[in-house]
């Protein structure tokens, strides 16, 4: 490997991102005291990731000078700036380079052959596309007035910026992309397709009250293969590739039983009840945010066989990695979900950490 100083190195060992219990060695590895790097674990626009032999380094997410983000290496010890990891990382963040904080050398995030696997330009790009939509949204606040949407929800400016953002960097994958915000685009049979919210939860966004965020997913026979949701209020992000699982921040989650259900509002002319496999009830506004809490554990499950249904934009992003997480999600007569190319329909359904308690809870809410 050819390190940050052009000299030629080994190869380093891989990174992976650290988590709570690897605290005291990262610590010790960079000459920090543990209360400095705590935030770094938690923070989704901070990262540290850690290697088998001591390797660290601390990386924090920022706008340069020009309106782009990039990875920025606060400190490290034995990880050269062009590790792989460390570019994959800035990847994720939808960073177009990883710069180093004290000598402001960079090395520009490489963009992926058109070769690749569909699902790996997807999930690049969707990050990218992520942070675009961030910048679209924070300068369209405020900007012009709502207006009512044809389901009914609102819309305003940061609606159409959004759209706008994402789909101009998606439409380099070369598959049909769909969106809240546009008429459906005809899909072939057999051909993969993108669908994408640009903005979930606009009622939250308009209150300030979060979470509001991006949506997309890659569908291909009806099942949702790769997807990623940014919460825009916070900065978290879930991602998801069926083949290598899902995970929040870099760190791979998985589903997990528990008592909490989230829904996205009470039925029309109704109250929220505590179904009966469930001690309490969530409402966060934000479905994709709502199925990406079943996910990683968060909540045990999420319904809405009781309401009028959601549309394909709205869940698909969050289905993607639920499913890779290992969920579960049945529509309102037992049968898995099957997403169909349009943004019109509505679908019904439960979403669960595992395919019984999704059918235990579609028994006590249908």
Request: with cysteine; proline share 7%; hydrophobic share 50%.
């Amino acid at each position: 490997m050819v390190s940050d100083t052009g000299d030629v190195t080994s190869a380093t060992p891989a990174l992976r991102t650290a988590t709570r219990p690897d605290l005291g060695a990262v610590a010790d590895a960079l000459g920090l005291p543990a209360p400095a790097l705590a935030p770094a674990i938690v923070e989704p626009d901070a990262r540290v990731l850690i290697g088998s032999e001591g390797q660290v380094v601390l990386l924090r997410r920022r706008w340069a000078h020009d309106a782009t983000a990039e990875a920025v290496v606060v400190r490290r010890t034995g990880v050269p700036l062009d590790h792989p990891d460390v570019l994959a990382a800035a990847a994720d963040w939808g960073c177009d380079r990883v710069r180093h904080l004290a000598n402001d050398r960079c090395v520009a995030v490489p963009a992926l052959p058109e070769s690749a696997p569909l699902a790996v330009r997807f999930a690049h790009l969707a990050a990218l596309a992520a942070t675009r939509v961030e910048t679209a949204v924070a300068l369209a606040r405020d900007v012009g007035g709502t207006r009512t949407k044809d389901d009914g929800s609102p819309g305003v400016a940061a609606d159409d910026a959004a759209h706008a953002a994402a789909v101009e960097v998606l439409a380099a994958l070369g598959v049909p992309v769909l969106s809240e915000e546009s008429a459906d685009r005809q899909v072939p049979d057999g051909m993969p397709w993108i669908v994408i919210d640009p903005l979930d939860g606009t009622r939250n966004y308009l209150a300030g009250l979060p979470p509001w965020a991006f949506s997309a997913a890659l569908v291909h026979h009806g099942r949702p293969v790769a997807g990623l949701v940014c919460d825009l209020s916070s900065g978290r992000r879930w991602s998801a590739d069926e083949g290598r699982g899902a995970a929040r921040d870099g760190v791979p989650v998985r589903t997990r039983a528990g008592s909490t259900v989230v829904v996205p509002s009470a039925p029309n002319g109704g109250s929220v009840g505590v179904p009966g496999a469930a001690r309490r009830v969530r409402i966060t506004g934000c479905t994709a945010v709502d199925l990406c809490l079943v996910a990683d554990g968060a909540a045990a499950a999420w319904h809405d066989v009781d309401r009028t249904g959601t549309h394909v934009h709205d869940v698909a992003g969050g289905l993607a990695v639920l499913l890779a997480a290992g969920g579960a999600a049945l529509t309102a007569d037992g049968a898995p979900v099957v997403l169909e190319p349009d943004t019109g329909a509505r679908i019904r359904f439960v979403a669960a950490a595992d395919e019984a308690l999704a059918r235990t809870l579609l028994d006590a809410v249908a």
